[in-house]
């Protein structure tokens, strides 16, 4: 018989081989960055263009980007899509707020041909009526469904606050929005952030060198040639933001600070003290209010990052009647992390199961890109992340304390229920 | 190709292998052959909430996840009206924590009242974030309901209703164990880089002591077929008119499964679609139009859905509509059309097993279908496709008799 109640030996993670995809200069301020370790027949190809939600006027970002598609002088949007479709070609478009990209999923074989027709339709897009007309009611319809849902409402309401000093930052999009758009400003605003706004290009494909001329020439004419600006310091409105909805069974819960990125000397610590926290399955948050009280199907943390600063956020959305209940826990988990020692076993848990992500998300080329380029944003190199190894095995819960004790102060945080 | 090798133990566990020299990882994944069809009308929701529980502690292991994280690894789970799958992946050096705690559960479960209680009170949260909290988010429990009499997909995995869930008691979750999970009612895939001896070796160690069961038979009533065509509107306050024309389709087992996905794709398969052109790019009577399969075992669905235009009515809708379908059931698609949506397809599967997870979930899933071996053929036989398959099959399938409507009105809020 084994020996079930007795766990097996662990073997902790050492090292993780990280590897640097190459990078080519398209301009002075362009990269091209190519992995070409990929196993298959896969291609990924990503262009990020300077064209977030925060650059131009109010919306033309967002219509522009719904666009990009939508035929030239040539070819309407249905010729475009059926050619892309026949190589086999996925496209997708997202847009944030400071960036937005392109991205391309292909086999090998009609890498090139595929590309040629995506870069043509971005570059000749010619913004006719119809199909501008057509973008606004699809667009219309979709913003009021989502409206309804209170996790949007709430993830709004916490972004008018979150950023509260910044009219680009804190804008959102309304219904009269949908009404009418200029087509000259969103020919401009087409001109100055697609035709010259690539940020960078990214590949995950295993082309040869010479393929890779093909594709680096491919891009240089729409590498941008001067530097973009983003905001720097965010400073929140504090305090507690309801919005009523009478007719909702769940509350949506949003609550959050201005912080950092990966540039800030407490970042990596901060990221080991929001996993406990609440940014893994096991974490506090998710202990308490999923798992011991069942107030949720689940609650969350996060640090999202921005170009130059970057912020704490929480996720829920709990019943109704337990939305005061599941901010007095969270409250009083915050205060927990201050004041109490964190147990040995729980310390090494987080670490030992940081370190298995870490490895997780590292696994592969596309993977490894990804990680590559979260930090090539901050100016860092991949190896970043044996600094992030280290940081891991060596911080202690007196360092915890003290960071919790820095950035957890209730009174500070931004605080939006919908519900 | 992806290469495996199998073996079964003698308690009835069928055991894949697959090998991947490439990953750091090791994925475990085990497939129980139990989903939301195999539960009693009265007790729906049943499979699902039990998932919950499975993380709820072992019969020697108190906690599950904790020794998982610490190993570096994490798990999740999902059910479906067919099946309930689990899956950890953690650094592969540490494949025995995994190994442990999945034979432990299934063992058997500590079956603590307190895990009961708090993970009821998780799956209402989840059904009301998942379908009352949500515009359109209730669509699937009206839906089944009126394309499924008497087979049990009429519920979904959720359950029919809260009630049901907060009604069930300790005794209903033993029963269930007892009945459903054992060796010979699962599927454990393991992929990673080690040797096919070693791996045999460590899951003969953790589960050969699991007692064998038999088989739970599974016998459903059959879905009778549908004679008439079925509508129902519900009111709604939602931003705007919805629709879901739901047809009934062959099991998963039948070859004509695959022509029925190409023809979802060709009917409302993104923007190079029928439906996407005719409706919605040019007589502009839907904001969104999407044809998909449910992808079921048994009898499945396949739907056309999407929001009608403002000043667009649902008569106008139905009659472009089947005035498309149609088209589709008396004239022959033309080689580039099918070609299109068979590249989308190859392309699709290549991106699919680029993850080794999903490799594993796969393998297992074709075991259960009969043979592993099918994660290797299911692209010839969409490649074999031609034409007359497609309007064979599309005149079984695409005929108002076979078809339930489900009309979302959007009324003032």
Same mark, same amino acid.
């Given at each position: 018989?084994?020996?079930?109640?007795?766990?097996?030996?662990?073997?902790?993670?050492?090292?993780?081989?990280?590897?640097?995809?190459?990078?080519?200069?398209?301009?002075?301020?362009?990269?091209?960055?190519?992995?070409?370790?990929?196993?298959?027949?896969?291609?990924r190809i990503e262009l990020q263009f300077d064209a977030g939600t925060t650059k131009g006027e109010k919306t033309l970002s967002q219509f522009v980007s719904s666009l990009l598609l939508s035929g030239t002088n040539l070819k309407k949007s249905?010729?475009?899509?059926?050619?892309?479709?026949?190589l086999g070609a996925y496209t997708n478009i997202e847009i944030g707020l400071e960036v937005s990209i392109v991205s391309l999923f292909c086999l090998r074989k009609n890498a090139k041909e595929a590309l040629n027709i995506l870069v043509d339709a971005i570059q000749q897009v010619s913004?006719?009526?119809?199909?501008?007309?057509?973008?606004?009611?699809?667009?219309?319809?979709?913003?009021?469904?989502?409206?309804?849902?209170?996790?949007?409402?709430?993830?709004?309401?916490?972004?008018?606050?979150?950023?509260?000093?910044s009219e680009v930052y804190s804008r959102q999009t309304e219904e009269k929005d949908f009404e009418f758009v200029s087509i000259e400003k969103l020919k401009a605003f087409h001109q100055k952030h697609y035709l010259n706004g690539l940020n960078k290009a990214v590949i995950v494909a295993n082309f040869s060198d010479s393929e890779m001329i093909f594709f680096i020439n491919s891009f240089k004419s729409m590498a941008k040639k001067e530097a973009s600006s983003y905001e720097t310091v965010i400073q929140n409105k504090a305090g507690r933001f309801h919005i009523n909805k009478p007719n909702a069974v769940q509350t949506a819960i949003r609550m959050g600070i201005p912080l950092f990125n990966k540039t800030h000397p407490d970042f990596i610590d901060f990221q080991i003290l929001e996993t406990i926290f609440g940014d893994y399955f096991g974490s506090r948050l998710m202990s308490n209010i999923r798992e011991d009280k069942g107030y949720t199907y689940g609650i969350g943390c996060g640090l999202?990052?921005?170009?130059?600063?970057?912020?704490?956020?929480?996720?829920?959305?709990?019943?109704?009647?337990?939305?005061?209940?599941?901010?007095?826990?969270?409250?009083?988990?915050?205060?927990?992390?201050?004041?109490?020692?964190?147990p040995n076993e729980e310390l090494e848990l987080v670490k030992n199961y940081l370190l298995g992500q870490l490895l997780k998300s590292a696994d592969g080329a596309n993977a490894m890109m990804d990680l590559f380029l979260s930090t090539e944003m901050h100016g860092k190199k991949i190896f970043y992340y044996n600094e992030v190894i280290q940081h891991i095995k060596n911080i202690n819960s007196k360092r915890i304390n003290e960071l919790a004790t820095t950035y957890f102060d209730w009174d500070s945080f931004t605080i939006c229920t919908v519900g | 190709m992806i290469q495996f090798e199998?073996?079964?133990?003698? =308690?009835?566990?069928?055991?894949?292998?697959?090998?991947?020299?490439?990953?750091? /990882?090791?994925?475990?994944?085990?497939?129980?052959?139990?989903?939301?069809?195999?539960?009693?009308?009265?007790?729906?929701?049943?499979a699902h909430l039990f998932e919950h529980l499975m993380f709820g502690g072992s019969v020697n292991i108190p906690d599950f996840d904790a020794p998982l994280q610490k190993a570096g690894g994490e798990s999740n789970a999902f059910t479906s009206n067919d099946i309930t799958n689990y899956y950890d992946v953690l650094p592969a050096q540490n494949i025995e924590t995994a190994l442990w705690l999945e034979s432990d559960r299934m063992l058997s479960l500590a079956f603590t009242q307190k895990s009961l209680d708090t993970q009821k009170n998780v799956v209402i949260e989840e059904f009301k974030q998942r379908y009352l909290n949500q515009p359109y988010g209730d669509v699937w429990l009206k839906l089944r309901p009126l394309a499924y009499k008497v087979h049990p997909y009429r519920w979904a995995t959720i359950g029919k209703e809260i009630k049901h869930i907060e009604n069930a008691v300790m005794s209903d979750v033993k029963d269930f164990f007892h009945t459903f999970y054992s060796p010979s009612n699962a599927i454990l895939c393991i992929a990673g880089n080690f040797e096919f001896e070693e791996i045999k070796k460590l899951v003969h160690k953790w589960y050969s002591e699991i007692p064998s069961k038999i088989k739970p038979?599974?016998?459903?009533?059959?879905?009778?077929?549908?004679?008439?065509?079925?509508?129902?509107?519900? #009111?709604?306050?939602?931003?705007?008119?919805?629709?879901?024309?739901?047809?009934?389709m062959p099991e998963r087992k039948?070859?004509?499964?695959? $022509?029925?996905?190409? /023809?979802?794709?060709?009917?409302?398969?993104?923007?190079?679609?029928?439906?996407?052109?005719?409706?919605?790019?040019? !007589?502009?009577?839907?904001?969104?139009?999407?044809?998909?399969?449910?992808?079921?075992?048994? @009898?499945?669905?396949?739907?056309?859905?999407? @929001?009608?235009?403002?000043?667009?009515?649902?008569?106008? /809708?139905? #009659?472009?509509?089947?005035?498309?379908?149609?088209?589709? =059931?008396?004239?022959?698609?033309?080689? !580039?059309?099918?070609?299109?949506?068979?590249? !989308?397809?190859?392309?699709? !599967? #290549?991106?699919?097993?680029?993850?080794?997870?999903?490799?594993?979930? @796969?393998?297992?899933?074709? #075991?259960?279908?009969?043979?592993?071996?099918?994660?290797?053929?299911?692209?010839?036989?969409?490649? =074999?496709? @031609?034409?007359?398959?497609?309007?064979? $099959?599309?005149?079984?399938? /695409?005929?108002?008799?076979?078809?339930?409507?489900?009309?979302?009105?959007?009324?003032?809020?």
């Open positions: 018989m084994i020996q079930r109640n007795i766990a097996p030996k662990i073997i902790s993670l050492d090292k993780i081989n990280f590897i640097e995809p190459k990078t080519f200069q398209l301009s002075d301020y362009s990269n091209c960055f190519w992995m070409k370790e990929v196993l298959d027949e896969t291609v249905n010729q475009i899509q059926e050619e892309l479709d026949s913004f006719h009526e119809s199909e501008v007309q057509d973008m606004l009611r699809e667009k219309k319809q979709k913003f009021l469904i989502n409206n309804e849902k209170v996790s949007v409402s709430a993830r709004k309401e916490f972004q008018k606050h979150l950023f509260a000093n999202p990052e921005l170009r130059n600063t970057g912020y704490f956020v929480i996720v829920t959305e709990v019943g109704k009647d337990v939305s005061e209940a599941t901010l007095k826990e969270i409250k009083f988990e915050m205060e927990r992390l201050k004041n109490e020692p964190i | 199998r073996f079964t133990l003698e =308690n009835g566990l069928k055991v894949i292998f697959h090998k991947d020299i490439t990953t750091p /990882l090791v994925v475990v994944n085990t497939l129980f052959d139990v989903g939301a069809r195999d539960e009693d009308e009265l007790k729906t929701g049943f038979p599974r016998i459903l009533p059959l879905e009778p077929e549908q004679k008439k065509f079925r509508e129902k509107t519900i #009111e709604r306050k939602v931003p705007s008119d919805a629709f879901y024309y739901a047809f009934k039948s070859p004509d499964y695959y $022509v029925v996905d190409i /023809l979802s794709d060709a009917l409302g398969g993104g923007r190079s679609s029928r439906l996407y052109n005719s409706l919605q790019k040019d !007589k502009k009577i839907v904001t969104e139009i999407n044809a998909y399969i449910t992808g079921s075992l048994d @009898n499945g669905l396949l739907i056309i859905s999407g @929001n009608l235009s403002p000043k667009a009515s649902f008569e106008e /809708l139905d #009659e472009c509509l089947w005035k498309e379908i149609d088209r589709i =059931n008396q004239n022959e698609m033309l080689e !580039k059309e099918l070609n299109r949506l068979k590249n !989308k397809i190859r392309t699709a !599967k #290549e991106f699919q097993e680029q993850a080794v997870l999903s490799r594993a979930m @796969n393998l297992c899933f074709y #075991e259960l279908l009969g043979d592993a071996e099918g994660i290797n053929i299911e692209q010839s036989i969409y490649e =074999n496709i @031609n034409p007359k398959h497609l309007i064979e $099959v599309s005149n079984k399938i /695409l005929k108002k008799e076979n078809c339930s409507l489900l009309k979302v009105k959007a009324v003032q809020s």
